[in-house]
């Protein structure tokens, strides 16, 4: 079941997300430390305060987050989508980002965007095969970002 993110819980999944981050990008950025890659507690504590959390937890385990911002009165943003590698594949993304879109609706959104970085093509495709399309492309130190968008 999906839960609204608890304060006693920013801990594990403070945990959690820098793991999958480092699991999921590490690759990309081969030069890059652990620490560069990783999401300070003040970060995730920001991201408490100002967003909507959600946890997907299996046998008592964290195994998927996402989080929603509204950035206005129509549009809100996804952050922080990730599965756990082992349960991957398994449709609990796109049961995470399902269950964030039906949120969004409720609150009277009509869109939803989010970013990922270009190389992570399988990130692309995902988003785009349930319904986000690219909307805009944006060079950063690092590399780029894709900005997709999808109508509710």
Excluded at 2 to 28: A, G, P
Excluded at 76 to 84: D, E, S, T
Aim: proline share 1%; with cysteine.
């Amino acid at each position: 079941m999906i839960e609204c993110v608890k304060e006693e819980e920013l801990e594990e999944i403070h945990d959690f997300i820098n793991y999958c981050i480092w699991i999921t990008y590490h690759e990309y950025f081969p030069e890059a430390s652990r620490e560069d890659l990783s999401y300070s507690m003040d970060q995730l504590l920001q991201v408490y305060d100002q967003m909507q959390l959600f946890m997907l937890k299996n046998k008592g385990r964290i195994i998927g987050t996402i989080a929603l911002d509204r950035t206005s009165n129509t549009k809100g943003q996804l952050f922080l989508v990730y599965v756990h590698p082992d349960f991957q594949r398994k449709g609990i993304g796109s049961t995470l980002v399902s269950y964030v879109e039906n949120i969004a609706k409720e609150m009277g959104l009509k869109s939803i965007f989010l970013f990922t970085i270009e190389k992570a093509k399988w990130a692309i495709k995902f988003y785009e095969n349930l319904g986000y399309r690219i909307t805009h492309k944006k060079e950063q130190e690092w590399g780029i970002d894709v900005f997709l968008e999808k109508e509710l």
